[in-house]
């Protein structure tokens, strides 16, 4: 068997389209588009690269793009303030932080600071809880993305197994609330389970989240499972002096047994930024008392 693969950058260019359509009707009903400020403190390459095209993707949808940069000993007071304005900033419905902060930050105390209303990263402990008990908030946007390919490639996930392999509050926890929230049965797997190939071998939705390369082999899987790989790790290539990226997950080896799985690159990836344009969007009709296009 060969899975398919779910082709994420091409679902992600779908939603991408669909937002941007949303918004002449948003200025005709406000007066204004949706905007995102994206706050970045010091000088981190990849992190810089990801506010560059977070600021581009948000400007090609027909929305606002608002960047503020810091110096990397830039301190909390300093950040707090730029927070604040932003809150109170009528122009700006979403507010991310690019993460990681140099050491002198705290970044509980920063998300914390931040408007949950405006908290399109679905950091704050508000969405948290809200996301715990099913209320409408916004979701961490890797695994809502992870939420859409599964249900675009499975439809309904009821009563369906399925493994999360990892617990970050980024990606493992509400990836496994969301699929709670589907009527999965869940189990969060980590560093510390005991046989982790026999508990991902029951499952029918595998999602990978550890950090660790091509490390759920194809012998793990049960047949027809549908993997999700939102691992991104850099190793050497096969180059001299290049590198590549690869997920967590042995790709050919999975695809020997699993129904289909999300390449790296080309899976996962390009979603997170589409769902941060789907919450902003979101946030903005909220904040104008709209309701949010449906289909997103
Ligand atoms: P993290 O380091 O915060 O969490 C990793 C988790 O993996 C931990 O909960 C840990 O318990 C678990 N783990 C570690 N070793 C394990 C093992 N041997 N067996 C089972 N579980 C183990 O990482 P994160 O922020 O959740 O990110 C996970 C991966 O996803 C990373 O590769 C990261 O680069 C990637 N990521 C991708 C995107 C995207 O947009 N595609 C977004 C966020 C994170």
């Not at 939603?15 to 200025?27: G, W």
């Not at 990836?269 to 949010?292: C, D, E, K, Q, Y």
């Amino acid at each position: 068997m060969s899975a398919d693969r779910i082709d994420g950058k091409a679902f992600a260019g779908g939603l991408r389209e669909r937002l941007a359509a949303t918004v002449p009707a948003f200025t005709a009903a406000t007066g204004r588009v949706p905007g995102l400020a994206v706050v970045l403190v010091g000088e981190d390459p990849a992190s810089s690269v990801y506010v560059r095209s977070k600021g581009k993707a948000t400007v090609e949808a027909g929305m606002a793009s608002f960047e503020h940069k810091l110096p990397a000993d830039a301190t909390q007071a300093e950040l707090l303030a730029i927070i604040d304005q932003l809150n109170r900033d009528d122009a700006v419905d979403g507010i991310l932080v690019q993460l990681p902060l140099p050491k002198q930050l705290d970044e509980q105390t920063v998300i914390a600071a931040i408007d949950p209303d405006k908290d399109v990263d679905g950091f704050h402990i508000a969405n948290a809880g809200r996301l715990a008990v099913g209320q409408p908030g916004f979701v961490p946007c890797t695994p809502l993305g992870c939420l859409m390919l599964l249900k675009d490639r499975i439809g309904d996930l009821s009563g369906l197994e399925a493994v999360v392999i990892g617990r970050s509050n980024i990606v493992g926890k509400p990836m496994a609330q969301l699929l709670l929230g589907e009527s999965c049965t869940v189990t969060i797997a980590h560093s510390r389970t005991r046989d982790l190939p026999a508990v991902v071998r029951r499952a029918d939705i595998v999602v990978a989240a550890v950090g660790r390369p091509e490390m759920v082999k194809g012998d793990w899987l049960k047949a027809g499972a549908v993997v999700i790989d939102v691992g991104i790790n850099r190793v050497a290539g096969s180059e001299a002096g290049k590198t590549k990226l690869v997920g967590d997950v042995d790709y050919a080896s999975a695809a020997e047994v699993a129904s289909a799985i999300t390449p790296v690159p080309g899976g996962v990836g390009p979603m997170t930024i589409a769902v941060l344009l789907r919450n902003t969007v979101v946030a903005a009709h909220r904040r104008a008392g709209l309701a949010p296009p449906a289909g997103l």
